[in-house]
């Protein structure tokens, strides 16, 4: 795992790993000979679109695991993506949560695995894009709040004691790492950005938990499937534990660019593309397993109303 600092309250400060944008297998047959041709009188040759339509489809998302780990699993989404679309399909790599959101609205990016706030912040930027699929664990999804054992703290539903410890939060614009658990802390009677000191700014959940670990923050807010995932691949230093669980809302989805859903005729291939992705066959399983999903089900802007609300009251949403 990379080395990280998190920042204090003036500002986010993370290290990331650059990854060259990967072109599939599949991507790379698709965009040649009668696909290409098939797409650009799909598309209308004589437009001035077409050139970029005839293109791949850009797939992104937010930046809130480890990179290596992001990387295989768009990369996986990006080859199956292209079989089922029969066009090609490229991940490209974002630095942080605010360039996913700027290279969606610039059209640059077609389609991005955006958290719930950043889902918002692109939707409300950019006319015409479209939330396409959820995870089925999306619809009721959780934060956990940790701590180091050094703090002498137990599991918990009361989060007061949290008030007092050095706190950090994932990206500043994670649903999961931040906007949620500040809610909730909020709820709770913590002033969440009253930690000694001012909160941290992490960047990512592994980033929160490997300084949770170190001592450098005592506790910190973390995405809960990330939380389970790497604990259940003992991935979790003993040094970090599990305080608090939030209760559920809506997150993650993907949201797909109004170019894009002009280009693919709708939203009806995407929405339909993960809405049929089955555990019963091997090359569908090996996505789902990678997402942590059982499966994905269809979504609605409407299913993430509560979010724009709590961002705008948190400032968050101008």
């Known amino acids: 795992?990379?080395?990280?600092?998190?920042?204090?309250?003036?500002?986010?400060?993370?290290?990331?790993?650059?990854?060259?944008?990967?072109?599939?297998?599949?991507?790379?047959?698709?965009?040649?000979?009668?696909?290409l041709a098939a797409a650009l009188a799909g598309c209308g040759a004589g437009s001035a679109a077409a050139p970029d339509r005839a293109g791949p489809l850009r797939i992104g998302a937010i930046p809130d695991q480890d990179p290596?780990?992001?990387?295989?699993?768009?990369?996986?989404?990006?080859?199956?993506?292209?079989?089922?679309l029969g066009i090609p399909v490229e991940y490209r790599p974002v630095t942080d949560y605010a360039a996913a959101v700027s290279l969606f609205r610039t059209g640059d990016l077609d389609l991005v695995?955006?958290?719930?706030?950043?889902?918002?912040?692109?939707?409300l930027q950019t006319p015409g894009a479209v939330p396409v699929a959820q995870r089925d664990i999306d619809a009721d999804f959780h934060s956990v709040f940790v701590v180091n054992t050094a703090t002498g703290l137990t599991p918990s539903d009361d989060l007061r004691p949290?008030?007092?410890?050095?706190?950090?939060?994932?990206s500043q614009t994670s649903t999961s790492g931040r906007l949620?658990?500040?809610?909730?802390?909020?709820?709770?009677?913590?002033?969440?950005?009253?930690?000694?000191g001012g909160p941290g700014f992490s960047g990512s959940h592994d980033a929160t938990l490997a300084l949770v670990a170190s001592g450098s923050y005592q506790a910190g807010a973390v995405n809960e499937q990330v939380w389970l995932a790497r604990t259940e691949a003992g991935e979790v230093d003993?040094?970090?534990?599990?305080?608090?669980?939030?209760?559920?809302?809506?997150d993650y989805h993907w949201l797909l660019g109004p170019r894009a859903a002009e280009r693919l005729g709708g939203?009806?291939?995407?929405?339909?593309?993960?809405?049929?992705?089955s555990p019963d066959r091997p090359t569908d399983a090996g996505v789902l397993d990678l997402f942590g999903a059982g499966s994905f089900v269809p979504t609605e802007a409407a299913n993430y109303r509560q979010i724009e609300e709590i961002g705008r009251d948190l400032g968050l949403i101008s």
């Open 238 to 250: 003993p040094a970090v534990v599990a305080y608090a669980r939030t209760p559920g809302y809506s």
């Open 180 to 196: 949620m658990p500040a809610y909730f802390l909020r709820e709770a009677g913590v002033d969440p950005e009253g930690f000694p």
């Open 162 to 170: 949290l008030a007092d410890l050095r706190f950090t939060y994932g």
């Open 68 to 84: 290596e780990l992001l990387q295989r699993l768009h990369a996986a989404v990006a080859d199956s993506l292209a079989d089922a």
């Open 113 to 123: 695995w955006f958290g719930g706030l950043t889902g918002v912040q692109a939707r």
């Open 267 to 277: 939203p009806d291939r995407v929405v339909g593309y993960f809405t049929g992705l």
């Open 1 to 35: 795992m990379s080395t990280v600092r998190a920042a204090r309250s003036g500002g986010p400060e993370t290290v990331t790993v650059p990854l060259l944008p990967r072109l599939s297998r599949r991507a790379l047959l698709a965009g040649t000979g009668a696909a």
